[in-house]
């Protein structure tokens, strides 16, 4: 009797461990491009957010297949923790932001009281009855 297979096509090892392959290589790239990057915090999240899903995605098909599973491994932890500082950074970056412009406000409003305080004592000055200055009062 003859085997035959309607539409189930033979998968082969190799094809599965190609894909993992990519995803660990992806997943290290991204996890190092991300760390290089953390000087611009959004763009280090994003990098590090994507490197991080990669190395999740290689690493739990690698358990499943089988393989190497150093690449997702340096992918994953990198891209975690540079994912972690870079979120870090942006939150703190806010948060000071938020802190000076309420500082700022603050300011303004006392410069503002200042000045109206300054107008409403110039304007009770009268500058048209100012004695004559006496120059013999500057020289001793």
Known sequence: MENINYGTPQSNGNANNSSNLAFGVASTTLGVMSL???C??????ILAAAGLACGIIAWVRIKRDGGQLVL??????????VLIVSVAIVVMFHLTINE???????MD???????DSLQQWDSQFDYQNLPEADSTFFIE
């Open 36 to 38: 290089l990057m953390l």
């Open 72 to 81: 997702p491994v340096i992918g994953t932890i990198v891209s975690g923790i």
């Open 109 to 115: 409003s006392v410069f503002r009281n200042m000045r």
């Open 40 to 45: 611009v915090p959004w763009l280090a999240t």
């Open 100 to 106: 000076l412009d309420q500082r700022y406000d603050e």
